[in-house]
């Protein structure tokens, strides 16, 4: 069932929207034509959004139906109106989810030596092994808790894994318990390799809700379980600091960190033989309704899967691998500032290689040229080799500053740690400015050469995470450019000092000139084509959600303006409506690849500026975070970001899917012509497997 707007309503369902993306996610599940493990990686993937969609976005509209259940949303709907639409979509797709994994991906992997041991099928040998697992890693580590008064319902953490079990008979105390609760312990895997010889298959798994399950009455000596059922919570994981007395936003971010587990409940999974009873007792203990109730048909937390493909060597079931490439700049000239002097250099991730990136920081942290180094961390991961550039050029004595957000979410334990770390070497380590999240991606290294201190900087569309820069799709841009640099050394002084904002030569700065300058360059768009002249505009992000940019956007379509949107996830904005949207085309692109970089292109009378940015078009990007928007100056750097982040995406016909103007999506096919794979031919043009 789909969200079906009214044709006066300008604006589509936020939440809607995200549940389309993993419609279009699971897409790539179903496809054939992808490896069998990429699949399952896609089936995976599904969950960890749909999980993080739980979290944030469910949660809050939850607190809006508690808070201000009359406001209405953007699209018109009340919050109420807007969950009972969302819940509908949620159960189809976790449903569909449900029956791809076992209709179709368990038997195609049995087919192919990948099986998945059911308990009711394991022979003499099978069962021993597993008994002799469960008393050898799994009994040790298991609390049961039975309810009774004096054991009430313990505190779940959120997606943990859990069994409920229903009891009958008396204890040695002569307690009459009924149920019991077993929580499975984050450390154990959530399925188990049995040997070879054992399994009698190339690889057998099983899934340790098995191994409890055949085991479960040795938990429960002298007792007899009638039943064990897996369940889940999943909790609000959004944090909040109270900002009426903050003094240390680390110190009020640790406290909060050890809470967020035990959030408030959003939805509850359970196994789909869990009779209702059981399941009603557990939606109470959560204060959940009905409709936050998924039943599933298999494990509930198909994420952990995502393990599988790496515990299978079967190269023919996985994408081919590739070497991520080196510019030519940087091949004919290791010494990354020498290069840099020579002119811009554009790094095209995961197509082109990351290394450069850290070889920059590294040589900055080990050069004595280099007096001060510049830094934002938004996610980096727990281990980075960036992290370590950073103190040992702290270590060496070099000025070295850090700005720490604190706030990135699911990423602020490891900030945290980083931050202590830094603080330790002697780093100046900060954290933004509170109420803003520090979300451009900038580094700058200061180096005195011939007697002057001169700048260099790479700026970038994506996180400074070496492991997310293999998989998301992002640009990063070194410059040694004085306009540039400048601006980014302006933004840092910024976020470290006190004072008004300045005028930025180059560089777009929200919350001030980001979103009045993509205005500004509309504006400028509409005037060209209501005189008669060619006006277009390109822009792909991750997300469009922010209203007056959309209504720019359809005045410009109505003065005529070509626009041509490459949107990954949600948009709210309604392509092809006659007299409003008619010139607005929108694609999404699911691939290999997360498609990440945010390139904004506007024709300008033939000028064709070109910004790259870490900001998508929504409301919290231009007004809530520090962003930056950077121009593409060099003419050859400009017609390669083009030529790669904008012709190729917008004639693929292989990983396209096209926007139609009720929010829905049709995926595009090449029934005639030759097929056009934008992800696959930047790998072919800019892996270093195809240069050699």
């Not at 997606?159 to 312990?185: C, H, T, W, Y």
């Not at 899967?305 to 790496?310: H, I, S, W």
Request: aromatic share 8%; net charge neutral.
């Amino acid at each position: 069932m789909i969200y079906k707007p009214a044709d006066n309503q300008l604006m589509l369902n936020r939440e809607l929207g995200l549940l389309e993306f993993n419609r279009r996610v699971f897409a790539q599940a179903e496809d054939t034509g992808n490896p069998l493990l990429e699949r399952l990686k896609f089936l995976c993937i599904v969950s960890s959004n749909l999980d993080e969609f739980f979290e944030v976005r469910v949660a809050w509209l939850k607190e809006n139906i508690r808070q201000y259940p009359t406001r209405l949303l953007p699209e018109g709907l009340t919050p109420q109106q807007a969950f009972e639409l969302l819940a509908r979509e949620a159960h189809d797709v976790v449903e569909r989810q449900y029956r791809l994994f076992r209709e179709v991906m368990l038997p195609a992997l049995a087919d192919e030596g990948i099986h998945f041991l059911r308990r009711s099928l394991w022979n003499e040998a099978q069962r021993a092994w597993v008994k002799d697992y469960f008393f050898r890693e799994l009994m040790p580590v298991l609390t049961p808790i039975g309810l009774d008064p004096s054991h009430p319902f313990p505190r779940i953490l959120n997606k943990s894994l859990n069994f409920i079990i229903e009891l009958e008979g008396r204890d040695a105390f002569g307690r009459n318990a009924e149920m019991a609760i077993v929580q499975a312990p984050r450390i154990l895997p959530r399925f188990v390799k049995m040997p070879k010889e054992i399994s009698g298959v190339e690889h057998g798994f099983v899934f340790l809700s098995s191994v409890l399950h055949a085991h479960v009455d040795e938990l429960f000596v002298g007792m007899n379980a009638l039943g064990c059922y897996q369940f889940r919570v999943t909790r609000d994981s959004d944090l909040s600091v109270d900002d009426d007395d903050i003094k240390d936003l680390r110190a009020a971010l640790e406290g909060e960190l050890s809470q967020r587990p035990f959030g408030d409940a959003v939805r509850l999974e359970v196994a789909d033989n869990c009779p209702k009873h059981l399941q009603d007792f557990l939606r109470q203990q959560f204060g959940l309704g009905e409709i936050d109730v998924y039943r599933v048909g298999g494990p509930v937390n198909l994420v952990r899967l995502m393990q599988v493909p790496d515990q299978v060597d079967r190269p023919d079931l996985k994408f081919e691998p590739f070497m991520p490439g080196i510019p030519l700049e940087l091949r004919k000239q290791p010494d990354v500032f020498a290069a840099i002097s020579r002119g811009d250099i554009l790094l095209h991730h995961p197509f082109q290689s990351f290394t450069p990136v850290i070889d920059f920081l590294q040589q900055a942290a080990t050069d004595p040229n280099v007096v001060a180094i510049k830094m934002t961390i938004y996610r980096t991961g727990s281990e980075s080799a960036l992290m370590d550039a950073l103190v040992e050029a702290a270590a060496r004595g070099k000025e070295v500053t850090v700005v720490v957000e604190l706030m990135a979410r699911f990423d602020e334990e490891a900030n945290i740690n980083w931050a202590a770390k830094l603080e330790r070497a002697g780093a100046h380590v900060v954290y933004g400015v509170y109420g803003y999240k520090t979300h451009a991606k900038m580094l700058l290294a200061v180096r005195r050469e011939d007697g002057k201190l001169r700048r260099y900087a790479h700026v970038g569309t994506g996180n400074y995470h070496p492991r997310t820069s293999k998989l998301y799709t992002d640009f990063g841009l070194m410059t040694a450019n004085e306009e540039i640099t400048s601006d980014v050394n302006d933004v840092f002084m910024q976020l470290t000092g006190l004072g008004l904002a300045g005028n930025h030569l180059r560089l777009w700065q929200a919350p001030f000139t980001l979103q009045p300058n993509i205005i500004k360059a509309l504006d400028r768009e509409i005037l060209n084509a209501r005189a008669g002249r060619k006006a277009v505009v390109i822009a792909k992000m991750n997300a469009l959600l922010e209203p007056t940019v959309i209504e720019k956007l359809y005045e410009a379509s109505q003065a005529g303006v070509t626009i041509h949107l490459i949107v990954r996830g949600v948009c709210a904005l309604r392509p092809g409506m006659p007299g409003l949207s008619e010139n607005i085309k929108v694609r999404s692109i699911i691939g290999r690849f997360l498609e990440h970089h945010r390139v904004f292109y506007f024709y300008n009378d033939g000028a064709e500026d070109v910004y790259l940015s870490s900001a998508d078009w929504m409301g919290r990007n231009l007004f809530r975070r520090i962003e930056i928007a950077f121009p593409v100056l060099a003419p050859k750097v400009k017609r390669r970001v083009i030529r790669e982040s904008l012709r190729p995406y917008l004639v693929d016909n292989a990983q396209a899917w096209e926007m139609l103007s009720d929010g829905r999506y049709r995926r595009k096919s090449a029934r005639s012509g030759k097929r056009r794979n934008a992800q696959a031919s930047l790998l072919a043009e800019l892996g270093a497997k195809q240069r050699t």
